[in-house]
């Protein structure tokens, strides 16, 4: 009998959800990838490649800016499988409906 781990995971694969899956691993991980930002900041939503990031002012989105490429290598480091290519820094919490 298979493990329900690799029941899940066969579904998942099969209907084109195990990349997602992998991808919103990075919000189990914000803590350590954004560090101390973490509490000033959220990950909203992933969307062709693009990690939305709640910011909560204008002035930290500029500052996150800076720090996007040391963040993506954070990404990387903590999801290396993922998809996420960009970050994209918001004001708005709720930047999507679909």
């Known amino acids: ?3 329900l ?3 899940i995971g066969g579904i998942l694969k099969r209907h084109g959800l195990e990349q ?8 189990a991980h914000w803590g350590e ?4 930002l ?3 900041t959220l ?3 992933i969307q062709d490649g693009t990690l ?11 500052h996150m800016g800076f720090l996007a490429p040391k963040i993506m290598q954070r990404i990387r480091n903590q999801v290396p499988a993922t998809s996420i290519r ?3 820094f918001t004001l708005r919490k709720v930047e999507y409906r679909g």
């Open 1 to 3: 009998m298979d493990s």
């Open 38 to 40: 973490s509490r000033r």
């Open 52 to 62: 939305w990031v709640y910011v909560e002012n204008s002035s930290l989105i500029q």
């Open 33 to 36: 990838i954004a560090g101390n």
């Open 86 to 88: 960009r970050l994209k």
């Open 5 to 7: 781990s690799g029941v």
């Open 20 to 27: 997602g899956v992998i991808d919103y691993d990075v919000f």
């Open 43 to 45: 990950p909203l939503r």
